[in-house]
């Protein structure tokens, strides 16, 4: 399974809960790699939900591109929903 397709979708078809819902992803670089090693954590509440990625810019990248073509479409979408009722 490739985790990144799996983000990509998740966000292309998002479940209802993040439909409406604003989200916020977070990248937090650690001094110590070894330490400290990657992980992703998902907070969801009432009307935000945050990704907090750790030590993966790669990830943070590609999930902050995935949600902005993802808003980018929808604000399309609702554009030519406006220019059809004009």
Do not use: C, R
């Not at 609702?78 to 059809?84: A, F, I």
Request: charged share 25%; net charge positive; glycine share 2%.
């Amino acid at each position: 399974m490739n985790i990144f397709k799996s983000f990509e979708t998740f966000l292309k078809e998002p479940l209802s809960i993040l439909k409406d819902n604003f989200i916020q992803i977070v990248s937090i670089q650690t001094g110590n790699i070894f330490e400290n090693k990657p992980s992703v954590d998902v907070s969801i509440t009432k009307d935000k939900t945050q990704i907090t990625v750790v030590n993966n810019e790669k990830l943070y990248n590609l999930l902050s591109l995935v949600n902005y073509k993802a808003n980018q479409k929808k604000l399309n979408e609702k554009e030519d929903t406006t220019n059809k009722v004009s």
